[in-house]
């Protein structure tokens, strides 16, 4: 409801506004089915309207093995180590199980744009009961789901950091890159590579969605419509750096750090090696 709404609106209406208010403080979170054998792993929700769906088939396959990550280029272009804007090349197992979109609080009812409705039967802060249709089928089921532990404790600047980005631009730290991989894009690009490599990066990432939450989820939504589900940690109570892991911390996850260079409402840049990723809230 409108700030500047109109003061005749009636106090039922009023209510179902508080209400929605309520449901959306509750379900912001991780939600985690109950039963194994549930079509579903989880529902997640944010404050800023977005949804992730996790099927089953992700838990059971496990996460991206990250084993081999891909470069920032579709084509292959090695960067070197895995980029937090990248997906492993080892991701088809974690595609197609990952839904991802816009949610709106229609009274008790929760609409996942493109995906499915959800009616609220009941919901604590730790259950979550509720129905939900599958829009493509029509498929309906019910299902009780508990809320995620979330590892990331709470502060002003995880709140901050705990948001859907929109990539608006990449650039490079010149002074950073290896002497290898300079000689590599000279070959590539030409003695003005710099200026080329920024260009392919930006036409391929610009627009990129990440959204991190404190239950631990960094996921990417790429500009061809793919996802990658990932995790992340703080390295210190400074906050001001992140680990991130595309195989459930099995992998060598201490060697995928990013560090937060600037932080705030509405603006975020990350870097990582020679890359530097500038973020604004996604709308």
Request: with cysteine; proline share 1%.
């Amino acid at each position: 409801m409108s700030l500047f709404a109109m003061i005749v609106i009636s106090s039922c209406d009023k209510n179902d506004d508080d209400n929605g208010d309520t449901l959306t403080n509750t379900i912001s979170a991780k939600w985690e089915i109950t039963d194994s054998n549930s079509a579903y792993a989880s529902f997640e929700f944010n404050k800023d309207g977005n949804y992730i769906v996790i099927e089953n088939e992700t838990i059971n396959k496990s996460y991206v093995t990250g084993k081999s990550k891909s470069s920032l280029f579709q084509n292959g272009k090695s960067l070197g180590t895995g980029n937090i804007a990248t997906r492993s090349a080892s991701a088809e197992s974690n595609l197609s199980p990952i839904h991802y979109g816009t949610y709106k609080i229609e009274e008790n009812r929760i609409i996942l744009t493109g995906f499915g409705v959800i009616d609220v039967i009941s919901i604590t802060t730790e259950e979550f009961t509720f129905s939900f249709i599958l829009e493509a089928t029509g498929a309906k089921g019910v299902y009780v789901a508990s809320k995620a532990k979330e590892p990331i404790s709470a502060s002003n600047r995880t709140d901050m950091f705990c948001r859907t980005w929109k990539a608006q631009k990449l650039s490079i730290d010149e002074s950073l890159v290896p002497d290898v991989e300079k000689t590599y894009f000279i070959n590539e690009f030409g003695e003005n590579w710099k200026a080329g490599l920024e260009k392919s990066a930006n036409e391929e990432r610009v627009g990129t969605i990440v959204l991190f939450s404190k239950a631990g989820t960094y996921l990417v939504l790429y500009t061809d419509g793919e996802a990658g589900l990932s995790e992340w940690r703080w390295t210190n109570k400074e906050e001001k750096a992140l680990y991130y892991s595309w195989d459930n911390w099995e992998d060598d996850w201490e060697n995928n750090i990013v560090q937060i260079n600037k932080l705030s409402d509405s603006t975020l840049e990350i870097q990582e090696e020679f890359w530097i990723y500038e973020f604004v809230l996604a709308k």
